[in-house]
């Protein structure tokens, strides 16, 4: 861990983010760091939904990946796709339009389908033809007043992040109104599902893509609770968080990470209505 103050992300950063060799690095073979959060949503999905095919999905940040939707398909009328990073986006789109040249994540969504869903190998090609069919790919921006491209404002049924605002945001006052802007596009009785760097106020993460290297706000559970009350209005009772140590995280990619510290998924409900 880093003491205060932690060093920053230069705000050009993304332009030196090269998205194939991230996903060489982090994505060239199925690990549990990988497993940990399909299984979160796998779980969360089938426990919440069963039976609904109408949600609207929003993955805000999700870079040059389109695999955490697996579970979403069955129960989605829409995904929304928003990645800030042009390069991110035209890797995905990619994957999206069925390119030769694009990405594979064809291993995901088989841990998904058949060891998580128990289906046949049939239907692995399947759910992603599904996920391309329900798909949108949007720009956003968590510096903006609107976050997120015009047209694709919400409100939604889920909204999806991992380590992603964590990587703009400098200090807990910029995350906290990052959050809120998130939550902001719910539903009443919508849900923010939140993979997030934990660790001491103050401290960060810092891994590399390639020689790059990245600095990624740590948040502790004690801001996190206080940010989704404070800042968003989510009820105590309605707000879980689960901890993941590093070393249930058995397969972080280690040579990538100068520091490890746990991860936290947040599950968060927003009140049914305002009233």
């Known amino acids: 861990k880093m003491s205060s103050p932690p ?12 998205p194939w060799t991230y996903l060489e690095e982090y994505y060239g073979s199925l690990t549990s760091w990988h497993r940990s959060p399909l299984k979160h949503l796998h779980e969360f999905f089938t426990s919440h939904f069963n039976g609904r095919t109408d949600l609207k999905f929003l993955n805000f940040g999700c870079g040059p990946v389109v695999a955490f939707e697996a579970s979403v398909a069955p129960f989605a009328q829409q995904i929304v796709l928003a990645e800030y990073a042009e390069q991110n986006r035209t890797v995905a789109k990619l994957w999206l339009d069925r390119a030769t040249n694009g990405p594979d994540f064809t291993a995901l969504y088989k841990y998904v389908v058949q060891e998580l869903e128990g289906k046949g190998p049939e239907e692995v090609a399947k759910r992603q033809d599904d996920v391309r069919a329900l798909a949108t790919l949007c720009r956003c921006d968590i510096f903006q007043e609107t976050p997120i491209e015009k047209g694709h404002e919400g409100p939604y049924d889920v909204i999806y992040t991992a380590s992603t605002i964590e990587m703009a945001c400098t200090n807990p006052e910029e995350y906290g109104t990052a959050v809120s802007k998130l939550s902001a596009m719910l539903k009443p009785g919508g849900w923010l599902l ?43 009772e309605n707000i879980t968080v689960i901890p993941q140590t590093a070393d249930k995280m058995d397969a972080i990619p280690i040579l990538l990470q100068e520091h490890i510290d746990e991860m936290m998924y947040v599950i968060a409900q927003r009140k049914q209505s305002t009233a």
């Open 7 to 18: 060093p920053v992300n230069d705000p050009n950063c993304h332009f030196e983010f090269n």
């Open 194 to 236: 939140m993979n997030v760097s934990m660790g001491e106020a103050g401290t960060v993460n810092v891994c590399h893509v390639g020689q790059t290297r990245f600095v990624e706000l740590n948040i502790s559970v004690e801001e996190m609770y206080a940010i989704l009350q404070q800042r968003c209005g989510f009820e105590r």
